[in-house]
């Protein structure tokens, strides 16, 4: 079955950098899209990012583009999202996502947790 | 960007009753070359990641129990849920994937009665 996990979130202050990895299994990694979603706590949820198959195009929310990078590994089965600069703002739980593109999002992870404090 | 907005923010509904919740987009979000809606519905519980419904506005995931229905074109949108049931309680949210960034409305909180 379609597995997603997360891994990479924690605590780090404003200015800091954190890689946020995602590993899949389960179906043929390379045949999909991936999106990075996050939600703050309490919060709704915020698109991020995705990225086509094979590694490009890609694209990022307005409040993310300069500061955040998304890339893939196909070999690794593995989503990455590299996030410096980081703001208080951007303290949220990050969800990976299998992207159909043209079909919603259908598959989630259970997120990793960033916080942003000094 | 698509600014997607959902109505009511919150509602609360009986058991078996049903639940309708709103989403109206800034831009229209159909693709006039095949006739379909970049619309998603999402549910979600809390503790859990979302949950794909709905999908091009009307078609329904599967797995997804036959209550859950979805509706419109264009600009406006509608999540029906008809005979709610307890497992229901949840947050809803719509997402545009018309265009990038594929933004979510602000989520609309069901709670049952």
């Known amino acids: 079955q379609v597995q997603l996990v997360e891994s990479g979130g924690g605590l780090v202050k404003p200015g800091g950098s954190l890689r946020l990895s995602c590993a899949a299994s389960?179906?043929?990694?390379?045949?999909?899209?991936m999106s990075w979603i996050r939600q703050a706590p309490g919060k709704g949820l915020e698109w991020v990012s995705n990225?086509?198959?094979?590694?490009?195009?890609?694209e990022y929310a307005g409040s993310v583009k300069g500061r955040f990078t998304i890339s893939r590994d196909n070999a690794k089965n593995s989503l990455y999202l590299q996030m410096n600069s980081l703001r208080a703002e951007d303290t949220a739980v990050y969800y990976c996502?299998?992207?159909?593109?043209?079909?919603?999002?259908?598959?989630w992870g259970q997120g990793t947790l960033v916080t942003v404090s000094s | 960007d698509i600014v997607m907005t959902q109505s009511p923010d919150s509602l609360a509904v009986s058991l078996g009753e049903r639940a309708t919740i709103n989403c109206k987009s800034s831009?229209?979000?159909?693709?006039?070359?095949?006739?379909?809606?970049?619309l998603a519905w999402y549910q979600q519980k809390p503790g859990q990641p979302p949950k794909l419904l709905i999908y091009?506005?009307?078609t329904r995931e599967s797995g997804v129990p036959d209550r859950f229905s979805g509706s419109g074109s264009g600009t406006d949108f509608t999540l029906t849920i008809s005979s709610l049931q307890a497992e229901d309680g949840a947050d809803y949210y719509c997402?545009?994937?018309?265009?990038?960034?594929?933004?979510f409305g602000q989520g609309t909180k069901l709670e049952i009665k």
């Open positions: 990225i086509n198959a094979g590694g490009s195009p890609i």
């Open positions: 389960g179906f043929t990694f390379s045949d999909y899209y």
């Open positions: 091009w506005a009307s």
């Open positions: 831009q229209s979000v159909l693709y006039n070359s095949n006739n379909k809606n970049y």
């Open positions: 997402q545009q994937y018309y265009r990038t960034p594929h933004t």
């Open positions: 996502a299998r992207d159909r593109i043209f079909g919603g999002l259908d598959h």
